[in-house]
């Protein structure tokens, strides 16, 4: 089959998100062909070029999210009037306050306003489609004024109704950067109308291309998200006023819920993140978990070697930042040494930024005051307890040997999605003392000790448990490996990805016109099955729309009259609720 994959600020990018984990579901997967369809976030990226793509990616398409690419269309009388209304559907599902008494969630799931929303999407996209100059709309003084009028209408959420100028417009620019996938050319049928399926490896702005597909084409859409993108703008905004606050989390959770709702299956990569789209629409049956896929062999030495580590050791892997809360952990530790003088900590990471640079500066200042009669050479290793690396220096020459230095590997994070650097400790055969954050217990299984974030009182009391109990250590970690191989690595990740893949297309039949090395058509080029409409067409999975109603309920393109051409039969009456 040929997959379409959406990417933002990825794959096939040298630098960016889940561009390796991308790699390695397209590698893996050589029995499918694959075009990429890549949304990128800065300039920079772009000029950083790719990393080289195996054969089976037939083709790659690229296209700006830093900038809007005017194509200087103005529009006419009505083509403003085609905008105007749909922009003010648009703004007004934005600014709608729920009803009262009813629970948030269930407000986003159903109801008028989740129609209102999505039927004024489309409409954006179908004018883009037919006239072009959406960009320039988007940005104009015109898009502005709606965005006010729905602000003040009546019924509207009370920060809403607080917005001033300098507030709208940040807003209006959101809404317009959000948006400008709706201005590409990628749905013809030469494009993402050809693929049998699209797979959106992240939702927002890469899920944007496969909801329009899927309402141009018909084409099931497939949304994985590790991170869930409505997380991580609650997470993120603190700067903004509390009416573009309000505003930008609708815009978010308005999308998000189209998203759940149209997509023929969501793949979360933990059940924290589940409940976060279940939370926001996400219909249960339609929601399979599939754990992200990591390298195991680059661990498998340290993993099935004898325990040479130093019984006294505790280990911090990750990137440092103030999320990963090092100052509880120095705190605990400073516990630690006063009930075992011979502890040491090793903290093993690189700054994630600017700010995560600072955080580190200010953690060597609290291990100095925590150590003073040791501070003197604190960042060395040696006899010193505490210790500042980075991997590739002498002591630490690569990721493994750094969680092969300690007895325990520590976490000790306020925030996190799924831990990747305790899925790496348990490919160690490391034992394990964790904060109950995010996908942790969910990832530790039972493997490893959990205290509540915060509390170094309990961290402190969890890792001295460990590090007096050589045989229980040595039993937590050899199950932590065992419970790694079975669940977290690349091979059961690909495996359910083609899993899943099989079965939407089972239920999306083929569609597009098969042809020889000539151009001709080829009539048996696609098995019966493909095409005969019948019972194990219908959608398995909730909200799975069948290929075969595609054929009639398009409108008469050529690609679309040469399937009725080749295809009489397909024209049959769309199941009700298809559209």
């Known amino acids: 089959m040929r997959i379409g994959l959406l990417t933002e600020g990825g794959y096939p990018y040298v630098s960016g998100d889940a561009r390796l984990w991308c790699d390695r579901l397209v590698r893996g997967l050589r029995q499918h062909e694959f075009d990429v369809y890549a949304l990128c976030r800065t300039e920079r990226q772009e000029a950083d070029g790719w990393i080289p793509l195996p054969s089976h990616v037939d083709r790659v398409r690229t296209a700006p999210l830093w900038t809007a690419q005017d194509d200087g269309v103005v529009y006419g009388r009505r083509a403003r009037r085609r905008f105007t209304e749909a922009y003010g559907e648009l703004a007004a599902a934005l600014c709608a306050a729920p009803e009262p008494g009813a629970?948030?969630?269930?407000?986003?799931?159903?109801?008028?306003?989740?129609?209102?929303?999505?039927?004024?999407?489309?409409?954006?996209?179908?004018?883009?489609?037919?006239?072009?100059?959406?960009a320039r709309a988007l940005g104009s003084e015109a898009a502005v004024r709606v965005l006010e009028g729905a602000c003040r209408a009546p019924g509207a959420l009370r920060a809403a109704r607080a917005a001033g100028v300098p507030d709208l417009l940040e807003v209006a620019a959101y809404v317009e950067r959000a948006l400008r996938p709706l201005s590409l050319d990628w749905y013809e049928d030469d494009g993402l109308g050809s693929v049998d399926l699209c797979h959106a490896t992240s939702g927002g702005a890469a899920a944007l291309p496969g909801l329009l597909a899927r309402h141009f084409s018909g084409i099931?859409?497939?949304?994985?998200?590790?991170?869930?993108?409505?997380?991580?703008?609650?997470?993120?905004?603190?700067?903004?006023?509390?009416?573009?606050?309000?505003?930008?989390?609708?815009f978010q959770r308005r999308l998000a819920a189209e998203v759940y709702r149209r997509a023929a299956c969501v793949t979360p990569g933990n059940a924290h993140a589940r409940r976060w789209q279940e939370r926001c629409g996400a219909d249960r049956a339609k929601v399979r978990t599939v754990y992200p896929g990591m390298e195991a062999s680059r661990f498998t030495e340290v993993g099935e070697a004898a325990d040479r580590a130093d019984p006294n050791t505790l280990v911090w892997v990750g990137r440092v930042e103030p999320a990963k809360d090092l100052v509880c952990l120095l705190h605990a530790f400073a516990e630690i040494r006063k009930a075992e003088p011979k502890a040491r900590l090793r903290v093993v990471g690189t700054p994630a930024d600017a700010e995560g640079a600072e955080y580190l500066g200010q953690c060597r200042a609290l291990a100095a005051q925590l150590f003073p009669d040791e501070a003197e050479g604190v960042h060395a290793v040696?006899?010193?307890?505490?210790?500042?690396?980075?991997?590739?220096?002498?002591?630490?020459?690569?990721?493994?040997?750094?969680?092969?230095?300690?007895?325990?590997?520590?976490?000790?994070?306020?925030?996190?999605g799924f831990p990747i650097s305790l899925v790496e400790a348990m490919f160690c055969g490391r034992a394990?003392?964790?904060?109950?954050?995010?996908?942790?217990?969910?990832?530790?299984?039972?493997?490893?000790?959990?205290?509540?974030?915060?509390?170094?009182?309990?961290?402190?009391?969890?890792?001295?448990?460990?590090?007096?109990?050589?045989?229980?250590?040595?039993?937590?970690g050899a199950a932590a490996r065992a419970r790694a191989l079975e669940l977290f690595t690349v091979e059961q990740n690909v495996a359910a990805f083609h899993s899943i893949y099989l079965e939407i297309v089972s239920h999306a039949p083929v569609r597009r016109v098969l042809v020889d090395d000539a151009?001709?058509?080829?009539?048996?080029?696609?098995?019966?099955?493909?095409?005969?409409?019948?019972?194990?067409?219908?959608?398995?999975?909730?909200?799975?729309?069948?290929?075969?109603?595609?054929?009639?309920?398009?409108?008469?393109?050529?690609?679309?009259?040469?399937?009725?051409?080749?295809?009489?039969?397909?024209?049959?009456?769309?199941?009700?609720?298809?559209?």
């Open 220 to 250: 099931p859409l497939l949304v994985t998200e590790y991170g869930v993108r409505l997380r991580a703008h609650y997470l993120g905004t603190t700067d903004e006023t509390r009416p573009v606050r309000a505003l930008l989390a609708s």
């Open 103 to 134: 629970r948030r969630e269930a407000s986003e799931q159903v109801g008028p306003e989740a129609d209102r929303f999505g039927s004024a999407l489309y409409a954006l996209a179908e004018l883009a489609r037919d006239k072009g100059g959406l």
């Open 382 to 416: 040696g006899d010193n307890p505490v210790s500042f690396e980075e991997i590739g220096g002498p002591e630490v020459p690569d990721l493994a040997e750094a969680y092969a230095a300690g007895a325990v590997v520590v976490l000790s994070s306020v925030v996190e």
């Open 519 to 579: 151009g001709e058509p080829l009539p048996f080029g696609a098995p019966p099955e493909a095409h005969l409409p019948g019972r194990w067409t219908e959608p398995r999975l909730p909200g799975a729309r069948p290929r075969w109603a595609c054929a009639q309920d398009a409108g008469p393109r050529p690609v679309r009259a040469a399937r009725a051409a080749m295809w009489p039969h397909a024209a049959v009456p769309a199941p009700e609720g298809a559209r």
């Open 432 to 476: 394990t003392v964790s904060t109950d954050v995010g996908a942790v217990v969910e990832v530790i299984g039972g493997t490893g000790l959990v205290v509540p974030p915060r509390n170094p009182r309990a961290l402190a009391e969890a890792c001295l448990a460990l590090l007096r109990d050589p045989a229980r250590r040595e039993r937590l």
